[in-house]
């Protein structure tokens, strides 16, 4: 899709989603999910 194209509510629209990725990724979310499902199998089960 050709930047010429877009209307100014689908730029704006595109913007926020890469500036929501940044932000994601300098949360570092996914190594911290990893690291509580590593947690959540070194816990024994309730049985």
């Known amino acids: ?9 689908e ?9 929501n990725d940044e932000m ?3 949360l570092m979310l ?3 999910v990893s690291d509580v499902a590593a947690t959540l199998k070194r816990t024994p ?3």
């Open 1 to 9: 899709m050709a930047s010429d194209t877009l209307t100014e509510y």
């Open 11 to 19: 730029r704006r629209r595109l913007e926020n989603i890469r500036r």
């Open 24 to 26: 994601m990724a300098s």
């Open 30 to 32: 996914g190594r911290k």
């Open 45 to 47: 089960s309730d049985t």
